[in-house]
C-alpha cells in the first residue's frame, strides 16, 4: 500500500496535494511558505537523494568553523549528518541499500568503544561530551560514505566536491589574510591555522588527480591547486609542511608520481610563493619575523606537551585520562613548557589519542589507519593488474593524502579531521570497486 503513494497515480496525487498546500501557505503567509518550501526540498533529499545529501555534507565539512550554529553542539554540519543518517535508514528500510561491512569498520568500532569508555571513566564526563559528538559525526560519516556511494563517478563527485569546497575556503583565507589583512596567519573557516593548513595539504594530492584525469576542466583544478598551495603557505603551519615534504619523499622513493608530475607540482608552489612575496612583501616578511620569534618556544613546548601526553597514559593507561581532557590536566603533567596556553592541545595526533583514550584507543585508531592503507594498496595492485590507468592515479592520490595525514599527524592534533575519515571510507569504497572488476 505504501509503495503505491510513491509511484504512478499515487505520486501525481501526493504531488497535486502538496503544490496546493503550498500555494495556499504562499497567498497567506508568504515566509511560513519559504521555510515550508525549504523543508519540503530537504524531505526530497532525506527521502530520493540520499547521494546528493552526501556530496553537501563533504561541500560543508570544510566549513565547519564557520557554521557553528545554532549552537556549537547542534551545528548545521551536525544537523546534514543527522539527515544524511535517516536518508541511509530509508534506504535500508525500503531495500534499495544493502549493508557494507568492510574490515576497515572493526577497527572504527573498536575506537568508538574506546571513546565511550574514556567518556564513562572520565571526571567529568561533561567536560568531553561535544569532542565525542564530533567524533560521533567523523565516525557516522566514514559509516554512510562507504553505504551510500555506489560507483566510481559518484567517488569521483566526492573529490572534486571536496577539492572546490577546500579551495574556496582557501580563497577566503587567503582574502583575509592578504587583502583584509585582519588575520596573523591564513585560517579561512577553520580556526587554528594549523588545522586548516594541514587540511589544505591534505587536499593537494587529490586536485592534482583531477589536473591528470580531467583534461578538460585542468584550468580550474590547476587554480584550486594554486590556491590550496598559496592557503598552505600562508598558513605558516610547520606541521602542515612537514607532511607535505613527507609525501614528496614518498612519492620519489615508490616513483607512484612520475618525476615530471612532481617536478610540475613543486614549480606551483615556488611560483605562488614568489609572486606572494613580490605582490605583498612587508606583510608577508613582517608574519614571518612575528612567527619565528615564537617558532623555537613553540618546538620546546611541543616536546613537553608530548612528555606530559605519555605521563597522562602512564597514569590511566587503560581508559586515558578522559576525553577532550587533555588540555584541562596539562597543568598537572606538562613540564618546562616556555609557553603558556589554556587547554592546549597535545600538538600530535597519535599521543592526545593515547592520553585521552588511553592504549586500546591509540592502538585501535592505528588498526583503522592501517587497514585504510592495506585497501589503498590492494586498489592500487588491482587497477594496475586490470591496466586501468584512471583507477592506479585515483588510489595513488588517496594514498598521497593519507601521507599528508599520517606525517602532519605527528606535530598536529588531527585526530578529528576530515582527511582521516574521508580517505578511509573511500579507501574502502574504491577497494571494492576495483576488485569487482
Known amino acids: 500500500m505504501s509503495d503505491r503513494l510513491f509511484e504512478g497515480p499515487g505520486l501525481a496525487v501526493l504531488a497535486a496535494f502538496v503544490a496546493a498546500a503550498v500555494g495556499f501557505t504562499a497567498a497567506e503567509r508568504p515566509v511560513l511558505a519559504l521555510a515550508a518550501a525549504g523543508g519540503i526540498a530537504v524531505a526530497a533529499l532525506v527521502l530520493l537523494r540520499g547521494g546528493a545529501l552526501l ?85 557516522v560519516f566514514f559509516f554512510l560514505v562507504i553505504q551510500l556511494t555506489e560507483d566510481r563517478p559518484h567517488v569521483r563527485m566526492i573529490l572534486r566536491v571536496f577539492v572546490l569546497s577546500a579551495a574556496a575556503a582557501a580563497a577566503w583565507a587567503l582574502y583575509k589574510f592578504l587583502i ?30 583531477l589536473v591528470a584525469s580531467e583534461p578538460r576542466r585542468r584550468l580550474l583544478w590547476g587554480i584550486c591547486f594554486a590556491l590550496m ?63 619565528g620569534k615564537i617558532a623555537q618556544q613553540n618546538v620546546s613546548s611541543r616536546q613537553a606537551f608530548w612528555s606530559g601526553a605519555v605521563r597522562m597514559w602512564e597514569d590511566r593507561p587503560l581508559t ?3 576525553v577532550d581532557r587533555f588540555g584541562l590536566e ?31 584507543g591509540l592502538l585501535a585508531f592505528l588498526a583503522f589507519l ?21 583507477g592506479r592515479r585515483m588510489a595513488t592520490a588517496m594514498q598521497g593524502t593519507f601521507v599528508v595525514a599520517i606525517v602532519s599527524g605527528t606535530f598536529i592534533s588531527a585526530e578529528l579531521s576530515m582527511p582521516f575519515w574521508l580517505i578511509g571510507a573511500l579507501a574502502a569504497v574504491t577497494a571494492r570497486l576495483l576488485q569487482q572488476r
Open 180 to 209: 583584509a589583512g585582519d588575520v596573523p596567519r591564513a585560517s579561512g573557516p577553520i580556526t587554528d591555522p594549523n588545522d586548516f593548513g594541514y587540511l589544505q595539504a591534505c587536499v593537494l594530492p587529490l586536485a592534482g588527480y
Open 229 to 291: 598551495a598559496a592557503a598552505v603557505l600562508a598558513s605558516l603551519s610547520r606541521g602542515a609542511l612537514v607532511g607535505l615534504a613527507g609525501l614528496l619523499l614518498w612519492a620519489l622513493l615508490t616513483r607512484r608520481v612520475p618525476l615530471g608530475g612532481v617536478v610540475l607540482a613543486a614549480c606551483t608552489a615556488v611560483a605562488v610563493a614568489a609572486l606572494a612575496v613580490v605582490i605583498w612583501s612587508p606583510l608577508i616578511n613582517d608574519r614571518l619575523e612575528s612567527h
Open 330 to 360: 596539562a597543568p598537572n603533567y606538562v613540564r618546562n613548557s616556555q609557553i603558556v596556553l589554556d587547554r592546549p592541545a597535545a600538538h600530535n595526533a597519535y599521543l592526545e589519542v593515547l592520553a585521552e583514550t588511553g592504549g586500546i
Open 55 to 139: 556530496l553537501l555534507f563533504v561541500a560543508a565539512l570544510p566549513w565547519e568553523g564557520a557554521l557553528d550554529f545554532p549552537t556549537e553542539t547542534l551545528s548545521v554540519v551536525k544537523l546534514i549528518g543527522v539527515l544524511l543518517l535517516a536518508a541511509w535508514i530509508i534506504q535500508i528500510a525500503s531495500g534499495a541499500q544493502h549493508l557494507r561491512l568492510p574490515g576497515s569498520l572493526l577497527p572504527v568500532t573498536l575506537f568508538a568503544g574506546a571513546v565511550a569508555v574514556s567518556l564513562l571513566f572520565s571526571p567529568d564526563p561533561s567536560e568531553g561530551f561535544v569532542k565525542t559528538l564530533r567524533y560521533a559525526l567523523y565516525i
Open 370 to 390: 592501517g587497514s585504510t592503507w592495506v585497501l589503498l594498496s590492494r586498489a592500487h595492485r588491482a587497477a594496475k593488474v586490470a591496466e586501468d590507468v584512471d
Open 320 to 322: 586515558g585520562v578522559g
